[in-house]
């Protein structure tokens, strides 16, 4: 059984930041890619960040670049996306995603593409 769990989502002003964690669990994820999702209130899911356990610089949307990075630690089965000069236009809930395959990450944007989802974490960004 997959499960994957977000944590770190909370309130934080206009240009602050916070880090997401999501700790992945049972099976082995090094031929997986993972993603990270949001969907505020009224929204279609939409995709943040994208990076392969193997490796290699993570894939971003055009939205996030500059101020998102996302990371993995493979010894721990989590990734992370640490948030920096958050806006007001961030605030969603945050979900992480695995899907098969791990050398086919970048361009990887579609929800359909990720099959194990976490539950979600809330962000919000005041202004």
């Known amino acids: 059984q997959v499960q994957l769990g977000e944590s770190g989502g909370g309130l934080v002003q206009a240009g602050g930041s916070l880090r997401l964690s999501c700790a992945a669990s049972?099976?082995?994820?090094?031929?997986?890619?993972m993603g990270w999702f949001r969907q505020a209130p009224g929204k279609e899911r939409e995709f943040v960040a994208a990076i392969s356990w193997r490796g290699g610089s993570p894939y971003y949307a055009d939205s996030v670049k500059g101020r998102f990075t996302a990371s993995r630690d493979a010894a721990e089965n989590t990734v992370y996306l640490q948030m920096n000069s958050l806006k007001p236009e961030d605030t969603a809930v945050y979900y992480c995603?695995?899907?098969?395959?791990?050398?086919?990450?970048?361009?990887?944007?579609?929800?359909?593409?990720?099959?194990?989802w976490g539950q979600g974490t809330q962000v919000t960004v005041s202004s």
């Open positions: 995603a695995a899907g098969s395959g791990s050398s086919y990450y970048i361009g990887r944007t579609k929800v359909a593409e990720y099959r194990y």
């Open positions: 049972g099976r082995t994820f090094s031929s997986y890619t």
